[in-house]
């Protein structure tokens, strides 16, 4: 079976799932094959998902983070939670980009934007 490897010992036939192969079994939550443990990919080099990932298992895994979670991984820039992303004036997009004229200390949890002073662009307060 693909994702499994097999060894023979005194005859008997051993196999067992392979985490890094890029095959997602059964005891894994993710696997993203050789990106696996790689920062910010959503994937440990033991086949578990990362907090703040979700991850899609087909055969392999496709891992994004979680845009309202207030957890800033991933391609994320800001993420002020699900009820304040998107929401005028927070500075952060409801897909957890930098709106412009912010901002955004991601530094601390959750992240804390702020309008820019002195850009020219009136937003905030
Ligand atoms: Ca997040």
Do not use: W, Y
């Not at 097999?6 to 392979?18: I, P």
């Not at 192969?21 to 086949?47: A, R």
């Not at 939670?81 to 412009?100: E, F, I, P």
């Amino acid at each position: 079976m693909p994702g499994f490897k097999c060894v023979v010992n005194n005859m008997v036939s051993v196999c067992k799932t392979t985490c890094g192969d890029g095959i997602v079994n059964f005891d894994e939550e993710c696997d993203l094959g050789n990106m696996n443990g790689k920062l910010q990919q959503g994937c440990t080099s033991d086949c578990k998902i990362v907090t703040g990932f979700n991850c899609k298992n087909n055969v392999t895994s496709i891992c994004n983070s979680i845009c309202g979670d207030r957890l800033v991984v991933g391609v994320e820039t800001c993420d002020l939670g699900a009820d304040l992303n998107g929401k005028n004036n927070s500075g952060c997009s409801d897909r957890c980009t930098v709106v412009k004229g912010f901002t955004c200390n991601i530094s601390v949890t959750p992240t804390v934007c702020t309008s820019i002073c002195g850009d020219g662009i009136v937003a905030g307060t």
